[in-house]
Nanobody
Framework: QLVESGGGLVQTGDSLRLSCAASGGALSIYAVGWFRQASGKEREFVAA????????SCADSVKGRFTISRDNAKNTVYLQMNSLKPEDTAVYYC?????????????????WGQGTQVTVSS
């Protein structure tokens, strides 16, 4: 089971750090991704990291502002979000896949969390 936390209401330019924790299993063996879904829009890729943490990828829309990382000892993956914009407002989901590589497609993931709301006010 994946559980996201760290969302909230912030102002433009603020920062948030989202966490994705796993219970009932070792997240360290899984590739993990962050996706987001704004109201009325499709779920979109944000960032992903491979199981060992030495390879990452980010969507162009967040490159330079968001950073994905993981602490396998804590069974947790993080999404550091800086310089937040109103267009970053969405429900953020983490997902895990027992596959190699950095995965950016929703269908590549096997497990999903329930999501955490991020709202950025202008």
């Amino acid at each position: 089971q994946l559980v996201e936390s760290g969302g909230g209401l912030v102002q433009t330019g603020d920062s948030l750090r989202l966490s994705c924790a796993a219970s009932g299993g070792a997240l360290s063996i899984y590739a993990v991704g962050w996706f987001r879904q704004a109201s009325g829009k499709e779920r979109e890729f944000v960032a992903a990291i491979n199981y060992s943490g030495d390879s990452t990828s980010c969507a162009d829309s967040v490159k330079g502002r968001f950073t994905i990382s993981r602490d396998n000892a804590k069974n947790t993956v993080y999404l550091q979000m800086n310089s937040l914009k109103p267009e970053d407002t969405a429900v953020y989901y983490c997902a895990a896949a027992n596959r190699f590589g950095v995965l950016s497609k929703t269908y590549e993931y096997d497990y999903w969390g329930q999501g955490t709301q991020v709202t950025v006010s202008s």
